[in-house]
């Protein structure tokens, strides 16, 4: 039985009901999977991760958590699962060490204080004021304190924002931990790179439906010919498609992120450096294959102009090949 299983999930806006943050979406997540939800702003991940977390009544659909209706049956979902937020939700005047202390003794079976300030590497700053920590550290607690009622379930929101490079090391590495022991973890996040990094499997959300799905090297390993580079936007792209021979297609995807199409190998991989390096433009970065990001700009497009779930929140301080799903899902 799936720990997480959503059917047809619908969330509306307004008076009316006039704003659809979430048109009858679908996805599930297995015990000891890590399930990554990627979407741009306003795609309807907040509403829909409120939803089972049991801080939203949904217009529709169905959903059930650990086999629970997370509104109708939420008291008794809560002890069960793990809640992070992206930011908020502390006393600012409370260190790591009395916050955990705090949290803990709402579960019968907490994990012991100590424990977790290692887990998120937080013992040396265990006394020091939460407003006072840098925001990677406070990222580090709110991690910590969804993980005091020893979950079945938890989502995470944005779990790496803020975060250094050591701390997203240890975020991964709680994670992967979690996956070991059989929790179900469901993510959100604007990191393509942490998501490939720690995900079992990825859904990509636009305009409140999930668009797109599968494993990380199942989306990218689809293709493996072409080239994605980072450089200044705003290329002349026909140009370097000039340069770059017969058969060659230039597309800026997003602003600074470039995908060469029709050519690859080595000698298009020096065309590209030499051709920027004339224009004294910098090669950030270059990849043969299709990158998550392409998929992901591909699968949405260019991110909405206005964002339905902006200012609808619950007032909680959020601030195989890919298979593609049918419109009506």
């Known amino acids: 039985m799936p720990a997480v299983q959503v059917t047809d999930l619908t969330v509306r806006y307004g008076a009316g009901g006039e704003v659809v943050a979430v048109d009858r979406l679908s996805l599930s997540a297995e015990p000891g999977e890590v399930l990554v939800v990627l979407g741009p702003n306003g795609a309807g991940k907040t509403s829909t991760i409120e939803s089972l977390e049991g801080y939203r009544r949904p217009s529709g659909g ?89 979950p079945q379930v938890t989502f995470l929101d944005e779990p790496t924002a803020g975060v250094d490079p ?13 996956r070991d022991r059989g929790v179900c973890v469901l993510i959100t996040t604007h990191e393509l790179p942490e998501a490939e990094k720690m995900a079992d499997r990825i859904v990509i959300v636009s305009g409140g439906r999930v668009v797109l799905e599968g494993t990380p090297q199942g989306l990218t390993g689809g293709a493996a010919s072409g080239l994605s580079f980072g450089a200044p936007p705003g290329l002349d792209t026909e140009a370097l498609a000039g340069a770059l021979g017969p058969g060659a297609v230039v597309t800026e995807t997003s602003p600074g992120r470039y995908r060469i199409e029709g050519v690859s190998g080595s000698a298009a991989t020096a065309v590209v450096a030499n051709w920027l390096a004339e224009r004294r433009a910098d090669l950030t970065d270059l990849a043969t294959g299709r990158t998550l990001e392409d998929v992901y700009f591909d699968a949405v497009g260019a991110a909405p102009a206005g964002d339905p779930e902006a200012g609808a929140g619950s007032g909680r301080g959020r601030g195989g090949h890919g298979r593609r799903r049918g419109a009506g899902r």
């Open 62 to 150: 169905h959903m059930r958590v650990l086999d629970l209706d997370p509104v109708t049956e939420h008291r008794a979902l809560t002890g069960r699962i793990g809640v992070m937020l992206q930011r908020g939700g502390v006393y600012p005047m409370l260190g790591p060490r009395r916050v955990l202390d705090l949290f803990a003794s709402y579960y019968p079976d907490p994990l012991g204080t100590d424990t977790l300030l290692d887990l998120v590497s937080l013992r040396p700053v265990a006394a020091t004021p939460w407003r006072h920590l840098s925001g990677g550290e406070q990222q580090r607690l709110s991690l910590a304190l969804a993980l005091v009622g020893r």
């Open 166 to 178: 050591e701390g997203r090391r240890a975020i991964r590495a709680v994670v992967a931990d979690l």
